[in-house]
């Protein structure tokens, strides 16, 4: 079984970084896809950022520039370094890994920007 804790949301003021982590346990290999979701009230759940297992990345253009993903595969462990962060990136931030259908979400961290 597959389970993936995310961690690292809060209050932030707008301006300001966080760093949220998604730590994969179970039988998946560290090098499969992950991606960053997020879902703000009364909005659909929208991709963030992906990374592929060759590394390759995709953001979407809200947030270039500004977040970083990265991963630590002898972790299995992800990361999104937020900063400059606005009060627009205020959602519930989602991991998720592996190959639909067969993928895994986690239950989501709460980030909020505000002054």
């Known amino acids: 079984q597959v389970q993936l804790v995310e961690s690292g949301g809060g209050l932030v003021q707008p301006g300001g970084s966080l760093r949220l982590s998604c730590a994969v346990s179970?039988?998946?290999?560290?090098?499969?896809?992950m991606a960053w979701y997020r879902q703000a009230p009364g909005k659909e759940r929208e991709l963030v950022v992906s990374i592929t297992i060759g590394d390759s990345t995709n953001y979407v253009d809200s947030v270039k520039g500004r977040f970083t993903i990265s991963r630590d595969t002898a972790k299995k462990t992800m990361y999104l370094q937020m900063d400059s962060l606005k009060p627009e990136d205020s959602a519930v931030y989602y991991c998720?890994?592996?190959?639909?259908?067969?993928?895994?979400w986690g239950q989501g961290t709460q980030v909020t920007v505000s002054s």
């Open positions: 179970g039988s998946i290999s560290p090098f499969a896809p």
């Open positions: 998720n890994v592996g190959f639909p259908p067969h993928d895994y």
